[in-house]
């Protein structure tokens, strides 16, 4: 496993991580709690030191559980959490989104409580859950840089999401010399991700990327084939059926990626990723024991020629050889600024 450097922050993060949303939740299908903390020492014995879990993820429960692997293994690992949704005064619905807070004294009472539940006295990775861009007021980057000036967090970012947009919010964290932005990015998705290393190049910035979703919903690492029935509760059934449809002919077209048997689909999927000296780290859905064993290792396969990633870009533009729609509308990516920053992106078109 290989390391990169979160911005300026002195962070190292392995350069594949632990999505840890799906340790103490269920929206990827059952998991009690033996087996995530299970899959947590799993993990770290294949080489993966970057956990990302969230306050909002099992209400807390995440955390916790990931504090217990912290009080074991706390030399080991490097965890990031996030904070700004208000699941204290608010019950879960579902998959719903629930009510943001991004309120100064509301984001440092949270940070208080996401570090007693984590057993820690700092968090080495601070990320604001989704922010819109008006809530990263003077008020609250003068608070992350408070807690950071404290020695409350080695290393401050965002988190956007769940779904794909949120250019104005990556593009103020990258002015405002944040260490990370996290993002939706991917083979098949990749309209976010190339802008946001456009932004940290042209800005000259350090900030580093971690794209996550890196097997696009299951289609690059074919846990998603024509004859899978994703079950109640699992959260990839938000795709529509067209994405998964379309989907399995642009891993087609990908197939050269796989190299004669030298890396998975699966593998060059985070590989492609991993190209970009922009990202840090990716973040993938880990859902089993062989997941850990097939993606940690991406990190030592080959890495891609630049003949491959010209190609990529080639297929991308011609949206891989398919000529139908995919049931994802790109006006449908999420803005909190009307869709200006998707237009002056080029994502959308200019307005009339």
């Known amino acids: 496993m290989q390391h990169r450097e979160l911005g300026d922050s002195g962070v190292e993060v392995s350069e594949v991580g632990f999505g840890a949303w799906v340790v103490g939740t ?38 916790e559980l990931l504090g217990e692997a912290l009080a074991e293994h706390g030399d080991e690992m ?4 996030k904070v700004g949704y208000d ?3 608010n019950p ?3 998959h719903g989104e629930l009510p943001k807070e991004m309120g100064v004294d509301y984001l ?14 700092h968090v080495d990775v601070l990320q604001l859950h989704n922010p819109d861009v008006d809530e990263l007021t003077p008020d609250v980057l003068d608070l992350l840089d408070d807690l950071r000036a404290d020695g409350r967090a080695d290393a401050i970012g965002v988190a956007l999401g769940p779904s794909i947009g949120w250019l104005a919010e990556g593009d103020h964290a990258i002015e405002a010399a944040f260490d990370s932005v996290q993002y939706v ?9 190339n802008h946001f290393v456009d932004s940290v190049r042209e800005r000259g910035a350090a900030t580093s990327l ?16 024509p004859d899978t029935e994703l079950g109640e509760g699992d959260h990839r059934g938000f795709r529509p059926e067209e994405w998964y449809e379309t989907g399995w002919e642009k891993v087609d077209a990908l197939r050269f990626l796989e190299r004669d048997g030298e890396r998975t689909m699966g593998q060059a999927a985070i590989q492609w990723l991993l190209s970009f000296d922009e990202v840090a780290t990716v973040t993938p859905t880990f859902r089993s024991k062989a997941d850990i064993e097939a993606w940690a290792s991406a990190s030592e396969t080959p890495a891609l020629s630049d003949a491959e990633r010209e190609r990529v870009a080639e297929l991308y533009a011609d949206n891989f ?14 803005t909190s600024v009307d869709g200006d920053d998707l237009r002056d992106a080029g994502i959308l078109g200019s307005a009339d």
Not at 28 to 33: N, P, T, Y
Not at 78 to 81: D, G, I, L, P, S
């Open 210 to 225: 971690i794209p996550r979703v890196p097997h696009s919903s299951g289609l690059l690492n074919e846990q998603v084939t």
């Open 78 to 81: 490097t965890v990031a959490t």
């Open 26 to 63: 269920d929206w990827w299908g059952d998991r009690d709690e033996d087996d995530a903390l299970e899959m947590v020492e799993y993990a770290l014995d294949h080489g993966i030191t970057y956990f990302d879990t969230g306050d909002v993820y099992g209400h807390g429960r995440s955390e």
């Open 108 to 121: 440092r009472d949270a940070v208080e409580k996401s570090m007693d539940r984590l057993g820690v006295d």
């Open 87 to 89: 699941f204290y005064n």
């Open 321 to 334: 050889g398919v000529d139908r729609f995919d049931g994802m509308e790109k006006e449908d990516y999420r």
């Open 185 to 193: 990015g991917n083979v098949l998705e990749q309209d976010v991700h």
């Open 92 to 94: 879960q619905a579902g």
